[in-house]
Nanobody
Framework: QLQLVESGGGLVQPGGSLRLSCAAS????????MGWYRQAPGKQRDLVAS???????NYAESVKGRFTISRDNAKILVSLQMNSLEPEDTAVYYC???????????????WGQGTQVTVSS
């Protein structure tokens, strides 16, 4: 079964940068939606950024001007460049893709296992 794998998380000081990447374990026939979510301890999982098939990006107000989502090559589906990181950005970040694994597959929500981002001095 298709799996998403995030990478690029870690510990960074306030003001620093990280780049998250999301790769699929196998090729995806078609993609309807790609996005990054995050969940801090004791809080709900919130959408951080998304990108459409046409390349239109949308961002949560709290990350506008600091984060950039992009579609990448066939191996890496989507990336999230995070600049000017703040302690409030500390969370587990999840990649989310809605798509079809094959032409005959149903539309499925795929989630990665999450990658920890910690912003602390």
């Amino acid at each position: 079964q298709l799996q998403l794998v995030e990478s690029g998380g870690g510990l960074v000081q306030p003001g620093g940068s990280l780049r998250l990447s999301c790769a699929a374990s196998e090729s995806i026939f078609s993609i309807n939606f790609m996005g990054w979510y995050r969940q801090a301890p004791g809080k709900q999982r919130d959408l951080v950024a998304s990108i459409t098939n046409g390349g239109t990006a949308n961002y949560a107000e709290s990350v506008k001007g600091r984060f950039t989502i992009s579609r990448d090559n066939a191996k890496i589906l989507v990336s999230l460049q995070m600049n000017s990181l703040e302690p409030e950005d500390t969370a587990v970040y999840y990649c989310h893709v809605v798509g079809r694994a094959t032409w005959a597959s149903a539309l499925i929500n795929y989630w990665g296992q999450g990658t920890q981002v910690t912003v602390s001095s």
